[in-house]
């Protein structure tokens, strides 16, 4: 699935000056990323004016896998829709931007790429890893399958990222 | 005094070692457990450096300038009847595919089959002057890299056989795979020893993101395990499973390698500095 969202300030990273040593608590903040040979990247905010935006392709192995972990910690059957919301929110954008830099945010092809029996097979191959029975396959598997356009997905993700202008 | 650049020359020829890369990835393993989460630390890569074709110069020269084979005469092929194809091979018996140096690896071919209607894509990864041999026949409406149909050779005539075209460059390299073996990574790899390839385990596309004009992508790949494992390595790919290999430029070992039990599920996020 493939998304673009569009900011008005996102994150860019650059060397941390030689003289600078990064403490635990900034790499435990994200504020740098180690770059080469020791050498750190520090986290810094830019803004490019109009038409700067983060381009992402979802993968579809990352949505069912977080349906699957959100079913296990949480117990709580995620639409394709939140787990796309979710998979940005936690691993996407905070390498890019912050939440509340948002602006616009576009969906291309938002439709399942599984069909039943395919998802249905990839959950039952969980069962006993993720202590599935029937009901919770089934809940699943009509979860995933949630007739979803493209419009549905950036409804919805306006919605959970509070985005100006959401439905 | 400052060093002449001669003098900095016959310097840099005496010095065996490489040079750091410009070009490089830092990982990232989160394991999300029943009970919660526990977020490694970012750690710093190595990048691949071996002369040949898995390494990262050679997978990103072709990559980004177009590689070496691009126009020759056999690039593509209408249907007739010197062509077939298998699950993992498209053949032009007429071909005279380029051999020299790495041949076509990691090149893209993507055939069509007008019996079946069928279009799909495979990345090259061997090939002779009549065969080429891909990873699989890809999806193209995929995101996760799932294979496609393949299409169907049916009498190899013009309306009823295989087309293909060869394209310039190289095959993204968006595949990650682990392994548990603890071995020290080295710039000269060229596999992952001991990759895991259980189907909870076996090489996956992530997501990918990049924001306009910045310096860096990620890639975020999510593995749930079905059993007891203890992940000491990661390595990006261009390809989707160990027979076919694929370019490696990208190889990290886990500082405190992480032991999930079945149910749990790893996340592990990959940024590339492209600089």
């Known amino acids: 699935m493939r998304i673009t969202i569009h900011h008005h300030k996102h994150y860019d990273w650059e060397p941390l000056p030689p003289d600078v040593e990064p403490t635990q608590a900034d790499i435990s903040a994200g504020r740098v990323k180690p770059a080469q040979s020791g050498k750190w990247l520090m986290r810094v905010t830019k803004s490019t004016g109009d038409g700067e935006h983060t381009a992402a392709m979802v993968g579809e192995n990352d949505i069912i896998h977080t349906i699957l972990r959100v079913m296990r910690h949480d117990r709580i059957v995620l639409t394709r829709k939140e787990a796309v919301a979710r998979i940005l929110g936690g691993a996407v954008l905070p390498h890019h931007t912050h939440r509340s830099w948002l602006r616009d945010i576009e969906v291309h092809d938002g439709t399942p790429e599984m069909s039943e029996s395919e998802i249905r097979a990839f959950f039952d191959r969980y069962r006993e890893a993720i202590d599935l029975d029937d009901d919770d396959v089934n809940a699943l598997v009509a979860a995933y399958l949630e007739p979803a356009t493209a419009e549905h997905h950036v409804e919805h993700l306006k919605r959970h990222f509070k985005i100006k202008g959401a439905v | ?275």
């Open chain 2, 1 to 275: 005094m400052m060093t002449a650049v001669q003098q900095a020359i016959r310097d840099a020829n005496r010095n065996t070692s490489r040079r750091e890369a410009d070009t490089y990835s830092c990982f990232l393993a989160t394991v999300y457990t029943k009970r919660g989460t526990k977020r490694g630390a970012w750690r710093h890569n190595l990048t691949t450096d071996t002369a040949g074709k898995t390494g990262r110069r050679d997978w990103q020269a072709n990559a980004m300038g177009l590689g070496p084979s691009f126009a020759f005469a056999t690039a593509s092929g209408a249907a007739n009847a010197a062509i077939t194809i298998s699950a993992t091979t498209l053949t032009n018996t007429a071909a005279a595919f380029p051999t020299a140096g790495q041949g076509l690896f990691g090149q893209v071919v993507c055939a069509y089959g007008l019996a079946n209607n069928s279009f799909v894509y495979g990345v090259i990864v061997s090939n002779t002057a009549t065969v080429l041999t891909v990873d699989q026949w890809y999806s193209v409406t995929s995101t996760s890299g799932a294979a496609g149909t393949t299409p169907t050779t049916s009498g190899g005539s013009s309306t009823t056989g295989i087309a293909y075209i060869v394209l310039p460059g190289q095959a993204p390299v968006s595949w990650l795979g682990v392994t548990q073996n603890a071995v020290a990574p080295a710039a000269t790899d060229t596999t992952l020893t001991a990759e895991l390839t259980t189907s909870d385990w076996v090489r996956s596309v992530g997501t990918w993101s990049h924001t306009t004009n910045t310096t860096t992508y990620q890639h975020v790949h999510t593995f749930t395990s079905t059993t007891t494992v203890t992940i000491n390595k990661e390595a990006e790919f261009g390809a989707v499973n160990t027979t076919a290999g694929g370019a490696m430029p990208f190889e990290s070992a886990e500082p405190n390698p992480p032991t999930l039990v079945s149910g749990d599920t790893l996340q592990q996020t990959c940024t590339i500095t492209i600089n």
